[in-house]
């Protein structure tokens, strides 16, 4: 898939701001130090690191105002490296416990959120948004690949929704007859015995799951795995975790890929903690062509609000910055 030029931009959504024009627009507050920016509208906040583990929300910080919810796990939305499948004498970790019997080899690294070290984050305030921009240039090619490849991701911010959107947008510098690239969507959860979240919910599974199921580790593979199959794509790719508030069932925090045919793989298995990664475009691809996905990551009240909402922005594949304006495509 290749990301619309800038030719194509004149066609798409301007996406709706959360208030009737009529309505004085609420402000969305940012604050910036050296190692992080914190954004504040009405009902949410959250904060991206620009040092040590970086990429998408920090740990913990995502707080819905509305109930004080905070997400359980290492951060939203992070970022990791891109592979090919097929075991090589990498060092990419071949416990079945951590990754499963999936053979896979790096194509290009480093891993960004664990080794970046450091990202600077653009701040773009729009029409009754904040965007946030990073990139980074990848260094350390695997055997028989080229260093060079481009990511960049961007967070929208907007008052009135109890979440964000996001994308990533990746470059590749070599031909790769099947190359992906994987995320934390949404995010991981921590947790003693399933003591802070009550069920998990995985669009493609018939029902939510008890928190109980993952008291012992398992492998990705062993159960609750998605692997792709282009003839029954599912009708949504939300995954959510319910968190308890006081010791009851609270808010749901997802993850919603918005085109639901982008994700190649994807598990939700217990290693010490509840591990949500997606694996991402798994195709064919020639050097200098641009592909990635949209997200919506944030708090609902329950699964029909997740599903109103993803289905109203359903088949997007990017954002795109313009001037005071922002777009999905």
Request: glycine share 8%.
């Amino acid at each position: 898939m290749r990301l619309p030029g800038r030719a194509a931009l004149f066609v798409s959504l301007l996406i709706p701001t959360a208030f009737a024009a009529a309505e004085e627009p609420k402000k969305i507050r940012v604050e910036q130090t050296e190692d992080a920016i914190q954004i504040d509208t009405d009902v949410l906040q959250a904060r991206i690191r620009k040092k040590g583990y970086v990429s998408g929300i920090e740990k913990e910080s995502l707080l819905d105002k509305k109930t004080g919810a905070r997400d359980l796990g290492f951060g939203l939305h992070i970022m990791d490296f891109l592979m090919a499948p097929g075991w090589r004498d990498d060092g990419y970790h071949r416990d079945a416990k951590v990754h499963g019997n999936l053979p896979k080899h790096y194509v290009e690294g480093p891993q960004i959120c664990t080794q970046a070290k450091e990202l600077k984050p653009e701040i773009v305030r729009g029409d009754n948004f904040v965007a946030v921009r990073q990139r980074y240039t990848f260094h350390k090619p695997g055997k028989g690949y080229k260093a060079g490849s481009t990511w960049e991701q961007i967070l929208v911010f907007q008052p009135g929704v109890r979440w964000f959107f996001s994308c990533e947008r990746i470059t590749s510098v070599n031909d790769v007859d099947d190359l992906f690239y994987r995320i934390d969507m949404p995010g991981h959860i921590r947790h003693k015995d399933g003591d802070n979240f009550e069920r998990v919910y995985l669009s493609y599974l018939d029902e939510p799951i008890s928190a109980s199921e993952f008291k012992d580790n398992f492998a990705p593979d062993e159960k609750f795995f998605y692997r792709r199959n282009n003839d029954k794509i599912p009708q949504r790719m939300i995954r959510a975790y319910q968190v308890k508030r006081d010791g009851k069932p609270g808010a749901w925090l997802a993850g919603m890929t918005l085109d639901p045919a982008e994700v190649s793989q994807a598990w939700c298995h217990q290693r010490g903690y509840v591990c949500f990664i997606e694996e991402l475009h798994g195709k064919k691809v020639k050097a200098g062509e641009t592909f990635g996905a949209a997200y919506i990551v944030g708090w609902f009240d329950d699964l029909d609000a997740m599903r109103q909402t993803y289905d109203r922005y359903k088949g997007k594949r990017t954002i795109v910055l313009e001037k005071d304006k922002f777009r999905l495509e």
